[in-house]
C-alpha cells in the first residue's frame, strides 16, 4: 500500500477557508491523539518552507519558550 500522509493532508485541507483550517489545527490540538500528529507535521512543513528568515527564527523561538514551561 502507498500512503502518502503529504499528498492526503494536503489534499484534504487545500481548498479550506483560513477559518476552517484554523479550525483543523485548534481541533487536532485539542484532541490530542497521536494519530493526528504527522498531519500537524505537514501542515508546519508547509508553513516552514513558505516562511522568511524572520518568522522562521520567530517561530524557534517561540519553540523554545514553550519548551521551557
Given at each position: 500500500?502507498?500512503?502518502?500522509?503529504?499528498?492526503?493532508?494536503?489534499h484534504?485541507?487545500?481548498?479550506?477557508?483560513?477559518?476552517?483550517?484554523?479550525?483543523?489545527?485548534?481541533d487536532?490540538?485539542e484532541?490530542q491523539?497521536?494519530?493526528?500528529?504527522?498531519?500537524?507535521?505537514?501542515?508546519?512543513?508547509?508553513?516552514?518552507?513558505?516562511?522568511?528568515?524572520?518568522?522562521?527564527?520567530?517561530?524557534?523561538?517561540?519553540?523554545?519558550?514553550?519548551?521551557?514551561h
Open positions: 500500500m502507498d500512503l502518502n500522509i503529504r499528498k492526503t493532508v494536503i484534504n485541507v487545500k481548498d479550506n477557508s483560513p477559518q476552517e483550517l484554523e479550525a483543523t489545527i485548534v487536532s490540538i484532541r491523539e497521536e494519530h493526528l500528529l504527522p498531519g500537524l507535521g505537514v501542515l508546519f512543513e508547509l508553513i516552514w518552507n513558505k516562511s522568511s528568515k524572520e518568522d522562521r527564527d520567530q517561530m524557534i523561538q517561540t519553540l523554545e519558550t514553550g519548551l521551557q
